[in-house]
C-alpha cells in the first residue's frame, strides 16, 4: 500500500497550524466528548495529534491508510484505549458502530469514493449512531478561494491529491440517508464540524 501523506506526517500539523490556527483541530475535537462510553470508529485520523486530550474515554478503532501518520498517532494516543488498523475501513460484519468519524477526509477522495465509504458506514452503523463529520465547505471568499486553490495543487503535487475542487458535502451525505443533527462553523463557514444521523426509514 502507497503511503502518500507519509512524507507529510511530521509537517501536516505544523503547516495546519500556520494557515488555520487552532481551527482544525477545534473542528476535529467538536461532539466526541458528547458520546461518554461509546466505541468510536475514527477514519483518517492522521497523527491524532487532535486527541489526546480525551485520554483512556476515546475507545475503539482508529482507522489509518498511512503507515507513517499512523505511527505518530500510536504515540499520540498512547493513553487512549483504541485499537489500531492500518489500511482501508473495513468494518467487519459483526461490528455495530455508535460513532463513527471523518476528520477532514471525504475532501480527499473522488465523488464514487466518497459514496462507496458513506455506504459501507451506513451499512455498519447502529439504528441510533452518530456521524460526526469535520471538513471544508467550497470557498465563498475572495481570500478563501486563493487559500483552497494553493492547498489543493500543494497535496496534488505532495500527495497525489485526486481532487481540484472541494466537494460539498451536505449532498453527499443527504443522498446516503444521513440527516444534519448539529453544526458548528469557523472562519466565517468555511469550516465545519457536524454530527448526523440516518433518516428513520434508511435505518438498517
Not at 488555520?20 to 461532539?31: H, T, V
Not at 505518530?72 to 455508535?98: D, I, Q, V, Y
Request: hydrophobic share 40%.
Amino acid at each position: 500500500m502507497s503511503d502518500a501523506y507519509g512524507c507529510l506526517s511530521r509537517l501536516y500539523q505544523p503547516l495546519s497550524k500556520v494557515v488555520f490556527g487552532r481551527d482544525l483541530m477545534e473542528a476535529n475535537q467538536a461532539f466526541i466528548s458528547e458520546n461518554p462510553g461509546k466505541k468510536v470508529h475514527l477514519i483518517g485520523g492522521g497523527d491524532g495529534s487532535a486527541y489526546p486530550i480525551f485520554g483512556e474515554r476515546l475507545q475503539g478503532v482508529y482507522w489509518e491508510k498511512s503507515l507513517a501518520m499512523m505511527q505518530l498517532a500510536r504515540e499520540n494516543l498512547k493513553s487512549s484505549a483504541l485499537e489500531f488498523r492500518h489500511g482501508e475501513f473495513a468494518p467487519s460484519e459483526s461490528e455495530e458502530m455508535e460513532v463513527v468519524i471523518l476528520p477532514f477526509v471525504l475532501d480527499t477522495l473522488r465523488d464514487e469514493e466518497i459514496r462507496e465509504l458513506l455506504r459501507k458506514i451506513k451499512r455498519a452503523i447502529a439504528p441510533r449512531g452518530k456521524l460526526i463529520v469535520s471538513d471544508f465547505y467550497p470557498a465563498e471568499t475572495f481570500g478563501q478561494r486563493i487559500l483552497e486553490k494553493v492547498m489543493l495543487w500543494f497535496f496534488r503535487w505532495i500527495a497525489q491529491h485526486p481532487r481540484k475542487d472541494i466537494p460539498f458535502l451536505p449532498l453527499f451525505l443527504e443522498k446516503e440517508g444521513f440527516q444534519l443533527v448539529e453544526k458548528r462553523t469557523w472562519r466565517k463557514g468555511w469550516i465545519f464540524s457536524a454530527f448526523y444521523r440516518l433518516h428513520r426509514g434508511e435505518e438498517r
